[in-house]
């Protein structure tokens, strides 16, 4: 190994099933009592998101109207509840500083929401690609 590889680290159980490359399904603006409030990029939103086995993390989403391109690159954390820290290495703005997102996993399906069930939030749906 040399001096600029990262060992890999043991990663919890759900952890594990984020490895790979997911494309963008649905991005869903949703009230406390989950009904849809406005879908900011489209109906059919375009974006990649990657999670390397090192704990490295890649998401582009092109903009779309008035919502902003997302786009950075950096490293992830998670915890046994579920909760996931995008720590932003690089970024377009507004994206440059960490992104904590509530993950889910459900077969071949990854939802990453801005707060639990019964709030107001923003979720992002994936697919395995």
């Given at each position: 190994?040399?001096?600029?590889?990262?060992?890999?680290?043991?990663?919890?159980?759900?952890?594990?099933?984020?490895?790979?490359?997911?494309s963008l399904r649905s991005i869903r603006e949703l009230n406390t009592d989950g009904t849809l409030?406005?879908?900011p990029y489209g109906r059919q939103p375009a974006g990649r998101l990657h999670y390397g086995p090192a704990h490295q993390v890649a998401v582009v989403i092109p903009g779309h109207a008035d919502a902003?391109?997302?786009?950075?690159?950096?490293?992830?954390?998670?915890?046994?509840?579920?909760?996931?820290?995008?720590?932003?290495r690089v970024g377009l703005p507004p994206f440059t500083e960490d992104q904590v997102r509530w993950a889910r996993l459900d077969g071949d399906s990854l939802v990453l929401s801005t707060d639990r069930d019964g709030r107001r939030r923003t979720e992002l749906r994936w697919a395995r690609a």
């Open positions: 190994m040399s001096a600029t590889d990262k060992p890999s680290t043991p990663q919890p159980v759900w952890d594990s099933g984020l490895l790979g490359t997911w409030l406005a879908e902003p391109a997302v786009a950075y690159i950096g490293d992830y954390e998670a915890d046994t509840t579920g909760l996931l820290r995008h720590v932003v």
